[in-house]
């Protein structure tokens, strides 16, 4: 059976951080391979994503082709909606199979506020889940949310691991703002398109 880490986000831009969790996923758990999957709109963002989707696509699809082991989902990107984990995975199982394992790849604090979300115990019929943690992480946090009767009967299926890089978006794109270097949070293909199509400066990209 093959082992696929599906890791969803807006990519606003997709930076080192993202890279070193699937890489760090793929070879702590054995995976086969990693699906990136860039959202449209996800409902736990307050404010639309700055870059188009078609910015988004092309930054991850740059990350995507330089790695065998990388794969690319399109089927969320242009979805009318908001964006539900639970509906992302239904789709992925039917369209892998029973052949196919799914480990949701995600960050300590989704995990933490897992919830609220839609359906979120239908998600562990989908999938386990691979959970990055940083030092000093809202771990307390964590261990209460396990002691929930419906997540204690699921836990053996939440694998935590500890990170020492966190890179933030939000920070990236704050430093074109005010035209510091990227080069230390991007790859170079993701620099170099951010900079001939001058994304983040300007609100044309939202279009």
């Known amino acids: 059976m093959k ?3 599906i890791l969803g986000g807006t990519f606003d831009p997709i930076h080192k951080g993202h890279i070193a969790l699937a890489e760090n996923s793929l070879k702590k758990f054995g995976l086969d391979y990693i699906i ?3 959202t449209g709109m996800p409902p736990h963002k307050n404010k639309r994503p700055l870059a188009s989707k078609k910015h988004r696509l092309k930054m991850v699809e740059e990350i995507v082709k330089k790695n065998p082991k990388f794969k690319l989902y399109k089927g969320e990107i242009n979805r009318p909606g908001y964006s539900y984990a639970v509906d992302t995975f239904s ?3 039917k369209r892998f199979g029973k052949s196919t394992k799914l480990y949701y790849i995600m960050g300590l604090d989704s995990i933490n506020s897992i919830l609220n979300w839609k359906k979120p115990l239908e998600l562990f019929k989908l999938c386990e889940f691979i959970v ?3 030092p000093n992480a809202k771990i307390k946090t964590f261990k209460r949310l396990i002691k929930f009767p419906p997540i204690n009967a699921n836990k053996e299926k939440i694998h935590l691991f500890e990170m020492h890089v966190h890179i ?6 704050n430093r074109i703002k005010l035209g510091k270097k990227i080069s230390k949070f991007v ?3 993701v620099e170099n398109y951010i900079k001939k199509f001058s994304l983040y400066k ?3 990209e939202r279009k």
């Open 187 to 189: 790859p170079k293909p």
């Open 132 to 134: 990055a943690t940083r």
């Open 202 to 204: 300007t609100a044309k």
């Open 36 to 38: 990136f999957v860039p």
């Open 168 to 173: 933030s978006s939000t920070e990236i794109r």
């Open 3 to 5: 082992k696929a880490g």
């Open 91 to 93: 789709r992925l199982k």
